[in-house]
């Protein structure tokens, strides 16, 4: 039946017209054309999904990078960091701090850099989060719109001090005027089998949380 009641929607028929037609109800018709365009969506949705999550492993595959880190924006507000996993950070950790990779905690800095020329302390502010080194990679989520960042990926060593190992390249997010015409942009670039990272403001610092801190002061939210 859907295959009819297609082909009388492309001629401009409405639902009574095309029930009367068929000989059936309203109802029928209009139930069936709905389900029918749900699973289209549906199919594009999920194939484009799919080509996004092959485009991001062979993304990782392809930069076997040492010493480097990378970003790459998902969405307006999602990014993507992935790191070579190299023995030449716990080596560094190792000579110079006497300490094992596994017994630190291992941060991702988020640093603003819009309308700046980093210098590595100049940052309007940071995030920090707490990542799982040997992951390879991480998704950050909820990045303020229209502002530029860099991202480190570090340890934190004597006395909690921060000891940046990669440095990626600079990734700006787009204006909230960027459209979202047909409400599926979010539905296409989500990875559903991999954990998200939403950046989130809080008052004191946890090594496990996250947190902002401000290179001039800190704002009570």
């Keep these: 039946m859907i295959d009819q009641i297609v082909k009388l929607r492309e001629v401009g028929l409405s639902f009574r017209k095309i029930a009367s037609e068929l000989n059936t109800t309203v ?35 392809a930069n076997d990078l ?5 970003a790459k924006l998902v969405s307006p507000r999602k990014v993507i960091l992935f790191w070579k996993i190299s023995e030449i950070p716990e080596k560094i950790i190792g000579v110079y701090f006497n300490s094992k990779m596994d017994e630190l905690v291992h941060i991702v800095r988020i640093y603003d850099v819009t309308d700046i020329l980093f210098t590595g302390s100049n940052a309007h502010h940071y995030y920090e989060i707490a990542v799982p080194y040997n992951k390879g990679y991480w998704f950050v989520k909820g990045l303020p719109a229209n502002r530029s960042y860099v991202a480190e990926l570090g340890m934190k060593v004597q006395r909690s001090d921060f000891f940046p190992v990669y440095r990626s390249n600079s990734f700006q997010t787009p204006a909230n005027t960027i459209a979202n015409e047909n409400g599926l942009y979010d539905d296409l670039i989500q990875y559903q089998q991999h954990e998200d990272t939403a ?3 809080i008052d004191h610092v946890s090594t496990y949380t996250y947190y902002d801190e401000s290179s001039v002061e800190q704002n009570d939210e």
């Design 27 to 61: 109802g029928k018709v209009q139930y069936r054309w709905n389900k029918w365009n749900n699973e289209l969506v549906q199919g594009c949705v999920d194939k484009q999904g799919a080509s996004n999550e092959e485009d991001t492993e062979r993304t990782l595959m």
């Design 66 to 70: 040492k010493g480097e880190m990378q």
């Design 199 to 201: 950046l989130k403001w």
